[in-house]
C-alpha cells in the first residue's frame, strides 16, 4: 500500500471502525470474466464501491503498481503468468510488498496451499466461492491490515502520518506536480531548545506538549484546506511528524507562495502561545524551513534536504524564523554535518582544550581570577572557536560529554595552579542548558571539585539568565543546592534577558556578569554608560559582586574602576590562552615572589568569598 490509500484505511479505519473499510479498493486478478462479475456483486451488496477487475494476468503487477490497491483476490491457476508468479513479483517488489493478498483456488491440494504461504499470500478462498466467507475474510484481512499500517505508517504519540508516510507520499506528491507542471512547498518546522523541556519538567511533559503541539498544528493545516486523513489525491497536503521535536507539511501548488508564507507566520505565532503543563507555563519558539518544487529542487530526496537545511539555518539564527531555501545553504548543511561528524572524533581524540581569559581587580589590576573557555584544536582547520561547534552538540548530545569534561578539566587545572603557587585564583566556567537542566548537577560539581582537591569556593558556575527563568523554582532549587556546596553563583550575560530586581532578590546568586554589548560603546555612549553605572549600583545594594566582560579599551577600564565595578575581562587585559600563556601572563601579572591573588582594596566585597557552608 502507498501513502494515498494508507491514509484512509489506517487512519479512520484503525480509529473509527469497519465501515470505513467500505472506501478500500479491492482489485481482483482473474481470467474468467464471470469470476470478476461474481466477486464484485457480492462485494456490492455490503457496500463496498471501489473496484479494479484484472482478467489479463501479465497486467496484474503493473495494475497493482499504478493503483495501489488495498486488499487482491488473486487467482492461481491462470495462463501465462500463474498467480504464484504474480505473488511472487508482489513480495519481492519493496513498493508493493506488504500488499494483502487473497488467494482463490479450486484446487484443494495441501502442497499449492503450502506453496501459496511461503510466497506470502494472506488468506485462502476455495472455488466456488461462498458469499459469507468471502466478506469475512476480507473484513478480517482489512482490519488486521489496517492495523498493521498504523504501526508502519503513524506516529504512536501524536497519531500524525510518520516519516515513512511522509516520504512515500512527497514521492507522489513530486510526480502528481511534474506531471501537470505545477508546483510544490514544503516546510520543515522544529520545536527551538525542545531538549530543556525534558530536561526540566521531564519526557513525559515532553510528550504531552508534542501532542498538544501537533494538535496545534493539525489544525492550522486543516484551516488551510487540508485534511490528511480524508485525502483522496496526491495533489492534497499532509502533515507529519518525522521525530523527535521535527514536523513536515508539503504544500500543493494550489497555494500560492504568498499563502504558504501566511501559514508559515500562523504556525510560529500558534507555537509561540503557552503550553501547560501540571501547573508549569512552557514557552516554546520554532525553526521553519521552506523550499519549493521545481524551483529549488527536482527530486523528493533534494527537496527535503534543502528544506532542513533552511530550518537548520533558521536555527543556527537562533530559532523563530522562518528560512526560504537559498543554493548556497546545502554546501553550508554539508559543511555542518562534516563538523559534527568530526565532533565525535575530536572528544575521543582528546582535540578539545581550555583557554583561560584573565579576570582582574579592577581597584589594583591585578589577577584574581579565569573564565575557562573551551577550544577545538581540529588537526587540519585550526582551533575552531565555540560558536562554530557548541550548538552542533548542543542538538546532538555531545554538549553532555564536553560540559562533563570541561568541568573536571578546569577543577583539575585550577588546583594544579594553586599548588604551582598561584593561591586563590577562581575558576568560572559556563553552564550550559542541558547540564542546568540535569538534576546530577549538584552531585557532578561536587564529585569534580573532590577528584581535584579544589575547594568548591574557587569555583564560579556561570548561567544565563535565560535559563534560570524558564522554570523558577527548579532553579531556584538548584542553585540553592549549589550554594549549599560553596559553589559561587554568577548570573552571565546580564542586562539581555529578564533582568529583574524581583528574580535577584529570590535567586541564591554572588555575582552579575554585564554583557560584553553594554560595554562596547562605554564611556562614549551615555545611555549605556548609564546602565553599566546603574548595574553596578544595584549590585552593591544588594551585596553582589559584578564583573564586567568584553573590556577592550583602557578609557573602558577607567571608566569600570571609577563606578566600583569590582572585576573585568577582555582583550585590553588579555585574549583567552592556552594554558601555558596563560601561565606566563599570571607570572608577569602577580610579580616575582608574588603568586598570590590581590587583595581587593578596602571597601570592596572580596572576590568569590563564598565558603563551603554559606548561603544566600
Known amino acids: 500500500m502507498n501513502a494515498q490509500q494508507t491514509t484512509t484505511v489506517a487512519s479512520s479505519t484503525y480509529q473509527q471502525g469497519q465501515n470505513e473499510f467500505r472506501d478500500d479498493i479491492i482489485m481482483m486478478v482473474d481470467d474468467e470474466p464471470l469470476m470478476l462479475e461474481v466477486l464484485e456483486v457480492y462485494l456490492q451488496e455490503q457496500g463496498y464501491r471501489h473496484f479494479i477487475a484484472v482478467n489479463d494476468s501479465t497486467k496484474a503487477v503493473d495494475t497493482i503498481l499504478r493503483e495501489r490497491p488495498d486488499c487482491v483476490f488473486l487467482d492461481l491457476n491462470m495462463p501465462e503468468v500463474d498467480g504464484f508468479e504474480i505473488l511472487e513479483r508482489i513480495r519481492s517488489t519493496p513498493e508493493i510488498q506488504h500488499l494483502a493478498a487473497i488467494v482463490l483456488t479450486s484446487d484443494t491440494d495441501p502442497e499449492t496451499k503450502l506453496k501459496a504461504l511461503e510466497l506470502g499470500a494472506t488468506d485462502f478462498l476455495e472455488k466456488p466461492i461462498d458469499s459469507s466467507e468471502l466478506?469475512?475474510?476480507?473484513?478480517?484481512?482489512l482490519r488486521a491490515k489496517a492495523y498493521q499500517d498504523q504501526l508502519t505508517y503513524y506516529d504512536a504519540l501524536t497519531r500524525l502520518p510518520n516519516r515513512t508516510f511522509f516520504l512515500e507520499r512527497l514521492q507522489a506528491s513530486v510526480e502528481h506536480a511534474r506531471e501537470r507542471h505545477a508546483d510544490l512547498a514544503l516546510l520543515m518546522v522544529s520545536i527551538d531548545r525542545f531538549q530543556r523541556v525534558n530536561d526540566s519538567l521531564g519526557p513525559m511533559a515532553g510528550d504531552e506538549i508534542l501532542k498538544h503541539m501537533a494538535g496545534r498544528l493539525r489544525k492550522l493545516v486543516n484551516d488551510a484546506g487540508v485534511d490528511a486523513h480524508k485525502s483522496q489525491d496526491y495533489g492534497d497536503q499532509v502533515l507529519a511528524r518525522m521525530g523527535g521535536d521535527e514536523f513536515a507539511i508539503a504544500l500543493p501548488g494550489r497555494l500560492t507562495r504568498s499563502e504558504v508564507m501566511d501559514l508559515a507566520e500562523e504556525i510560529r505565532e500558534e507555537v509561540r502561545k503557552p503550553f501547560e503543563y501540571q501547573g508549569h507555563q512552557v514557552f516554546l519558539t520554532a525553526s521553519l524551513g521552506m523550499a519549493r518544487y521545481p524551483h529549488d529542487a527536482g527530486e523528493p530526496g533534494v527537496l527535503l534536504k534543502s528544506a532542513g537545511a533552511a530550518r537548520e539555518l533558521a536555527r543556527q539564527a537562533g530559532g523563530d524564523v522562518l528560512q526560504q531555501y537559498t543554493k548556497e545553504m546545502t554546501a553550508n548543511a554539508d559543511a555542518r554535518r562534516s563538523l559534527e561528524a568530526e565532533l565525535h572524533t575530536a572528544i575521543k581524540k582528546h582535540q578539545l582544550a581550555l583557554h583561560y581569559q584573565p579576570q582582574i581587580d579592577t581597584?589594583?589590576?591585578?589577577?584574581?581570577?579565569m573564565e575557562a573557555l573551551v577550544r577545538w584544536h581540529h588537526p587540519r582547520r585550526g582551533i575552531i572557536m565555540p560558536d562554530q561547534f557548541i550548538p552542533l552538540a548542543e542538538e546532538n548530545g555531545l554538549i553532555v560529554e564536553i560540559d562533563a569534561w570541561v568541568l573536571k578539566y578546569a577543577c583539575t587545572k585550577t588546583r594544579a595552579m594553586h599548588k604551582a603557587g598561584f593561591r586563590d585564583l577562581n575558576i568560572s566556567v559556563n553552564v550550559s542548558a542541558r547540564q542546568f537542566g540535569n538534576p546530577d548537577l549538584?552531585?557532578?560539581?561536587?564529585?569534580?571539585?573532590?577528584?581535584?582537591?579544589?575547594?568548591?569556593?574557587?569555583?564560579?558556575?556561570?548561567?544565563?539568565?535565560?535559563?534560570?527563568?524558564?522554570?523558577t523554582e527548579a532553579a531556584a532549587k538548584m542553585l540553592r543546592q549549589l550554594k549549599d556546596i560553596g559553589i559561587t553563583v554568577s548570573i552571565d550575560d546580564f542586562g539581555t534577558g529578564h533582568s529583574s530586581l524581583a528574580y535577584l532578590k529570590r535567586f541564591p546568586i554572588d555575582e552579575l556578569k554585564i554583557d560584553r554589548s553594554f560595554i562596547t560603546e562605554i564611556p562614549d555612549n551615555e545611555d549605556d554608560a548609564a546602565i553599566v553605572k546603574a548595574v553596578i549600583a544595584m549590585a552593591h545594594t544588594l551585596d553582589l559582586r559584578v564583573v564586567a566582560e568584553g573590556a577592550e579599551t583602557q578609557s573602558q577600564l577607567d571608566f569600570l574602576k571609577l563606578n566600583h565595578c569590582h572585576a573585568a575581562q577582555g582583550y585590553v587585559i588579555s585574549r583567552a590562552l592556552p594554558e601555558r600563556e596563560f601561565i606566563a601572563f599570571a607570572m608577569k601579572n602577580l610579580g616575582p615572589g608574588r603568586r598570590e591573588a590581590a587583595t581587593p582594596s578596602p571597601g570592596t566585597k572580596p572576590p568569590h568569598a563564598t565558603t563551603e557552608s554559606s548561603g544566600s
Do not use: H, Y
Not at 466478506?135 to 484481512?141: A, D, E, V
Not at 581597584?363 to 581570577?369: A, L
Open 442 to 471: 549538584v552531585w557532578s560539581v561536587a564529585d569534580a571539585c573532590s577528584e581535584a582537591g579544589l575547594a568548591p569556593r574557587f569555583l564560579t558556575l556561570e548561567i544565563t539568565e535565560s535559563l534560570v527563568m524558564e522554570d
Open 363 to 369: 581597584s589594583t589590576g591585578k589577577m584574581i581570577g
Open 135 to 141: 466478506l469475512l475474510r476480507l473484513r478480517n484481512t
